[in-house]
Structures are given as structure tokens and as C-alpha cells.
């Protein structure tokens, strides 16, 4: 008999408040918001205020993806959360969400894979989940990378963003709803073109081991795009042909946030209509792991994903990582 598999069964997300335009970006480094607008599609990002976390941002997402699905914190059994930019080293975001929540009885670990760690995380979820599908699980994808970002540094400062995305999954009751399938990738090759590498255990802080800029995200941003594109295209391809379907049985691509040439790209390729990918990068940029549990919470919310749509999400980020997952919503 075939395992249940996980059901998204409620969504949240919670972005800043503060609000940087590319107007505002134009007062601080040598840019326009006609460059930022036509290589990425970016109009402004929000950033984290002071008092502002990312596991606040994570709780505030949580609470909300809890209450749509009308499960107690206390019900839950696990707690994961995907995110590069932890509020500690140690403790890790998941154990302060689970603490604040209350969910005494979820275990709750962090989950490194830069912008891919929502689908990462989501795909351990639904292993889980096959496992025993009475299991409540919360994956979180949550960042905040305004204060890992080089506000000196016109290549990068002008992409990134903060926020939060949450998603609740359970044992689907209805054999043809839920998880289809994730693949992961990884190419740790190509680790040099986007690192962010001070304050890790070979550069600690506090000290004059690396340059000033290394304690910053760095990218070499051609070599990312074409990288990005390729990898896309092709988990995507897999994803449906790997389950016999086509790109006309997708209802909605909702692809990593990070460069509106990079989604067009892969829209084109798919030859998907423009209704049937979400894009909300012109608010809030690239907010790595969180991008995509922000965008299904939306699609949700605007009632552009109803019961029984096929979703198909892809994400590419720094290591290399890269990664699809198909769900019947
Ligand atoms: N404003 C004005 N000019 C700029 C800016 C800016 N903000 N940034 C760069 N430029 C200049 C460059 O200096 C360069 O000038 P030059 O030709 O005189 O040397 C010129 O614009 C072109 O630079 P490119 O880097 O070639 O520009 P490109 O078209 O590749 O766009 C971008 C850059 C937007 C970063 C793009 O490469 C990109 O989106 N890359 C992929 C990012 C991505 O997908 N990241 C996902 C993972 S993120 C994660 O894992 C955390």
C-alpha cells in the first residue's frame, strides 16, 4: 500500500516592516533603479529593524501557518527551520521558535542549504511523514541577510531581503493530494562563486583573519545567473518527467525569488503563461530560504492555489545547491 504523504495543510509569512526602495539604495551606493529594475526586477526589499529577528519573523510566520491549520503548538512533533542566517550559532533558530511556540514535545533543528533549504527541509518533512502520517510537522524557511550584506557593495546590497515563510504538514487523508517528489542537488565545486565566509569556526570573528569584505555575502553574479539557469531548467524538467507529466499540467511555478530574468528564463523554457508562475521578488528581493514559503503563502492567500493544483518549486543557491518539489495542493 502506498505511504501517505505530506500535506501543506496551512501557510504564514511575515515580513519587516521597513521598506528600502531602490530610490532609497540610489543614496547610498553608485546604482539606479532603472540597472536594479532591469537586471533583476527588484523594486524595494524589507529589512529587520532593531528588536527585529529572524526567529520573530519565524514565530510571527508560524503562528499564522498554525492557526490556518487549526493545529496547537503543542501538537507538534518537528520542527525545521532552513535559513543561512541564524540569530546564534548556538541556539539554533528552530530550538527559539519551538521555545516561544511553546510545541514542548517537537524536536527542532536548523537546516543549512542556502536559498534550495525550504525544499530541503520540506522534502526531509514528507520522509517523515511517510514514516508515520500522523506527524505534525512546521518547516520554516527564514532570513535575515540585511545584516550580512556589504550595504558598500553595489553587486549584492541591492538584491537581498528579510522575511519569513511557514508551512504545516501532515499525513494527506487523500490518496491523490500531497507530495510528490523532491530532488536535491548539490555541486560543491562551485562553492568560491557565493560564499559569505567570516565568522564560521575557520574565520571567527573579532580577529583580522580574513578582509573586511569576506565577513559579507560575496558573489560573482554572472557566473551564479548562468549557473542558476541551467540547474533550474534542468530539476525542473526531472521533477515532471520523472512523474509523467508535462509542463502544461503545472498550475503554478513557484520558483526561488532571486532575478526575474533568471524566472523568466525558466518560464520560457516550461512555456508556461505568465498567470501560471508567481513572482513577488519586486517586494521583498532575493530572501534565500524564505523566498519560496513567502511566495506559497501569498499564492494562497490571493487565492491563486486551490485544493488540487499541481505546484512545482524550484531553488538554486549558494554551495552549489539546487532542488525541486512537486506537490498536488
Ligand atoms: N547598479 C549599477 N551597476 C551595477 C550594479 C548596480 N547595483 N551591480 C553591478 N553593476 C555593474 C557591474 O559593475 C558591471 O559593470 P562593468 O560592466 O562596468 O564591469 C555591470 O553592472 C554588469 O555587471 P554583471 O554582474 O555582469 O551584471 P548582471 O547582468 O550579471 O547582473 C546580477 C548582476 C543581478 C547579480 C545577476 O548576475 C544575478 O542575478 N545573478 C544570480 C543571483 C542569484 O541567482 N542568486 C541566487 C542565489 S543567492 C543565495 O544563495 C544567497
Redesign the pocket.
Known sequence: MKSASALIVGTGSALPSKVITNQDLEKI????DE??TQ??GIKERRIVAPGESNSGLAVKASRLALERAQIAPEELDLIIVAT?TPDYLMPSVAVLVQKELGAHKAGAFDLSA??SGFIYALTIADKFIRTDPQLKILVIGSEVLSNKVNWQD??TC??FGDGAGAVVVTGSKEPNRGFISGHLYADGNLWHL?TLKGCGSLYPPCGDHLPPEEYY?R?Q??E??KN?VRAMEAVALEALQTNGLTPEDVDLLVPHQ??MR?IEHLRERLALPLEKVYVNLQKYG?T?AASIPIALDEAVTTGKLRPGDLVLMIA???GFTWASALIRW
Request: glycine share 10%; with cysteine.
Open positions: 551606493v553608485d546604482t539606479s540597472w536594479i537586471r533583476t543561512l542556502t536559498c553595489r553587486t541591492v538584491l557565493l555575502i558573489m553574479g554572472r551564479v545567473f542558476a532571486a532575478n533568471i532575493n534565500s538554486f543557491g549558494g
